[in-house]
């Protein structure tokens, strides 16, 4: 079965820090482009970072700039979101997503052709 599972949402205390999990089943995130995603009540998805091993290729969004990373553990096949200095406008169910493509990005989502199931993330005091 080819699919990504997204673990590790839950509820922060603003100014806290949460790491999220996405483990791929079926493929190779070696070789993928990877992207995290979120979406809150009301709004549109948002991308907010992407990685790609095969060519270095990064982007952010600017409202998580400096608080959230990207990273791989290519033996388990999983890529983290190490998100931190938590704000309450950061709550939303964040995707991660994968493309068998070189290059990632954050403005063509719908090239992205695996998608996680998402996790709940709730900052509030």
């Known amino acids: 079965q080819l699919q990504l599972v997204e673990s590790g949402g839950g509820l922060v205390q603003p100014g806290n820090s949460l790491r999220l999990s996405c483990a791929a089943s079926g493929f190779s995130l070696e070789n993928h482009a990877v992207g995290w995603f979120r979406q809150a009540p009301g709004k549109e998805r948002e991308g907010i970072l992407c990685?790609?091993?095969?060519?270095?290729?990064?982007d952010y969004a600017d409202s998580v700039a400096g608080r959230f990373t990207i990273s791989m553990d290519k033996a388990k096949n999983t890529v983290y979101l190490q998100m931190s200095s938590l704000k309450p406008e950061d709550t939303a169910i964040y995707y991660c997503?994968?493309?068998?493509?070189?290059?990632?990005?954050?403005?063509?989502?719908?090239?992205?052709?695996?998608w996680g199931q998402g996790t709940q993330v709730t900052v509030s005091s």
């Open positions: 990685f790609s091993s095969s060519d270095g290729s990064r």
């Open positions: 997503a994968a493309v068998w493509r070189p290059h990632c990005t954050l403005q063509e989502s719908d090239v992205y052709t695996y």
